[in-house]
Nanobody, 120 residues
């Protein structure tokens, strides 16, 4: 059994910063790609940023230059540093990971989501 648990969401003023964390636990053999996605009210879920096991990153155009994704493989944790936040960044942020389990099954997993609200 594998779990992804996010933390770090909250309410922040425009221009502020937040750092999200997502820790994976359970019967994990190896974690491949990890990423952050978000879903605003009434909109489809969209990719925010992804990071490969080797550290290669990919960002949505809307967050380039403001958000930074990183990971600590030893801690099985992925981070999202969010700076210069805008009201349009308000959404539920979800962690995602491609994981090979100890049983050698490859599955894609989602966290439960954490709310980020950017408002004055």
């Amino acid at each position: 059994q594998v779990q992804l648990v996010e933390s770090g969401g909250g309410l922040v003023q425009p221009g502020g910063s937040l750092r999200l964390s997502c820790a994976a636990s359970g019967s994990i053999f190896r974690i491949n790609d990890m990423g952050w996605y978000r879903q605003a009210a009434g909109k489809q879920r969209e990719m925010v940023a992804t990071v490969s096991r080797s550290g290669s990153t990919n960002y949505a155009d809307s967050v380039k230059g403001r958000f930074t994704i990183s990971r600590d493989n030893a801690k099985r944790t992925v981070y999202l540093e969010m700076n210069s936040l805008k009201p349009e960044d308000t959404a539920v942020y979800y962690c995602n990971a491609d994981i090979r389990t100890i049983s050698q099954f490859d599955n894609n997993y989602w966290g439960q989501g954490t709310q980020v609200t950017v408002s004055s």
